[in-house]
């Protein structure tokens, strides 16, 4: 009696349904996930209040050139800095 070969136990189909899982789990349509770093991302800082004002004026430096980062200044005294 001969035995017929069945699609399921082909190499091929095997193959061509990894490749298919492959494709389907690289779909563009996922959320990109944003890591902060020193140019992206929120930060607050607690500044000794001796020097907020400095710092409060770099600050607007700090935000031309780094568009993504949002960086606040909270004013503390120096036992809390």
Same mark, same amino acid.
């Given at each position: 009696?001969?035995?017929?070969? $069945? @699609?399921?136990?082909? !190499? ?16 563009? #349509? ?6 902060? =770093? ?5 930060? =607050?800082?607690?500044? #000794?209040?001796?020097?907020?004002? @400095? @710092? ?10 780094? !568009?993504?980062?949002?960086? $606040?200044?909270?004013?503390? #005294?120096?036992?809390?800095?």
């Amino acid at each position: 009696m001969a035995t017929k070969k $069945t @699609m399921r136990n082909s !190499p091929l189909t095997l193959s061509l349904l990894f490749v298919l899982f492959l494709a389907a789990s690289c779909s563009s #349509d996922a959320p990109k996930e944003e890591h902060e =770093t020193v140019l992206n991302g929120t930060a =607050t800082i607690l500044v #000794d209040s001796a020097i907020y004002d @400095m @710092m409060r004026a770099s600050k607007s430096l700090y935000d031309s050139l780094t !568009p993504k980062a949002h960086v $606040t200044f909270k004013s503390v #005294d120096a036992r809390t800095a």
